[in-house]
């Protein structure tokens, strides 16, 4: 009865720690893919709303046809402008530093 | 962008006569019973002064069968503009939307976008003129033609990469749902939805361009070397949009031009010589007048 106990118990505590090392390694999956999605929408904000900060950038009316669904990326993108003149502050940010 | 109706492009260099054959054309083709609109594309407009009556973007009958129209560039432009500004105010925060104001103040004068409002223009007058049998586009001088004729395919290269690059963001959002949230359905993406739009409406226009019973294309040029060389060079343009010109005007022709060198230049396209006239073509009664003269007319 208590070898019986003893391994139930253990049981519990495999499966505890088991979810616990999955749900860790998912969030640390998903965070990776975040930043990859994250990354991926700069590029794509870069790549159409390019003309704003002086980088060549698709016809205009293409710009412009997308830019009423673009907020989030348009105010990404005059951030980053006002940053780019100090690189240092912003990479310190990044890490979260200051 | 289903209308039945032909359309005749007038294209060349500046100050050949793109006006004066479109006119004659319009006039011609209206003579022999087709109901046709004779629309003025060029900023600096001409048909005005050809047939002496004021026209503006409403269209103008001038004779039984024949409509004339000049579009205003600067009207598309605005109203194109002010399109966009509403749907940003419906869906931008109010200091975003502030701090956009100063942008598109100097849109209006962003390299591009003259061309996407002809584009706009023609888009609305097929739309609006389907009981038509025929519409003329006199065109204005080579560059803006070949921007004009070139948008639909460079619009589309940039949009075929755009939706690319989103289907793998979509694609790696529906992962990253899929993991914290399970089977939820995700929205369809807004910026893919504006994407799929502008492709078809560009894929609609770039057929109809390359369809021949749809779009015809009249080269003019002048029996000159200057003329000569620029046409060449239209034609080689257009081939890089699939695009060829069907019919070459030789407009202003002197009595006795030997113009061997342009059929042989151009003898695969059927070949209309105008001869240059001794009085200027201005006003319907001479441009009429001048017609009778003729022999042949290039059959449309």
Known sequence: ?98 | MNSKNKDLFFLGKGGVGKSTCSALTAIHLANSGKNTLLVSMDPAHNQSDIFDVKFSEKPVKVKDNLFVKEVDINFWINQYLSDVKFQIKQTYSYLTTFNLENYFDIIKFSPGIEEYALLLAYQDIRNKNTDKDVIIFDMPPTALTLKFFGLPKLSLLWLQKLLELRNKIIEKRKIITKIKLGKKEIERDKILNKLDQQIEQYANVKTVFENNDKTVLNLVMNPDKLSFSESELIISSLKNFNLFPTNVIVNKCIKDYDISNIEKSFNYKNLQILSESTIPLLGLNVLESYLDTLNSFIQY
């Open chain 1, 1 to 98: 009865m208590n070898k019986n106990n003893l391994l139930n118990k253990l049981k519990r505590k495999l499966v505890f720690g088991w979810k616990a090392f999955n749900s860790a390694a998912q969030d640390k999956a998903v965070d990776t893919l975040e930043y990859e999605l994250g990354e991926m929408e700069n590029v794509f904000g870069l790549l159409v709303l390019g003309a704003f900060v002086g980088f060549p950038s698709p016809p205009m009316q293409i710009t412009l046809d997308l830019l009423p669904e673009m907020e989030k990326h348009f105010t990404l993108m005059l951030n980053k402008v006002d940053t780019a003149e100090s690189p240092l502050s912003d990479l310190l940010s990044a890490f979260d530093v200051i």
